[in-house]
């Protein structure tokens, strides 16, 4: 998994976790206390300059807590059609 995958995850689930709860970006960015211009740039999937910093603020302010693991590399190969199998 590539580090522009992972912010695409992330900045999906935050958005859909903004608009489950009716959160405009305006009011975002207010309780992140950032710029309209900083949320952009979190919810922007192909930025991958954004720390983790403010995607755990993000997070934070949506009632939800953003959890990074490290955990030894499975074994994967791909089965066809695109599927992973791990073993």
Sequence with gaps: VTATAMKRVLAWQIAQAM???RVTKSAMAKRMRTS???LD???DADNT???LQPMGRAA???GKEL???LK???QTHW???GALQSF
């Design 60 to 62: 934070a302010v949506l």
């Design 19 to 21: 608009k489950k709860q």
């Design 72 to 74: 030894d590399a499975a």
């Design 36 to 38: 309209r211009a900083a």
């Design 49 to 51: 300059s954004v720390t």
């Design 67 to 69: 959890s990074i693991t």
């Design 79 to 81: 089965i066809g059609y």
């Design 41 to 43: 740039r979190l919810l």
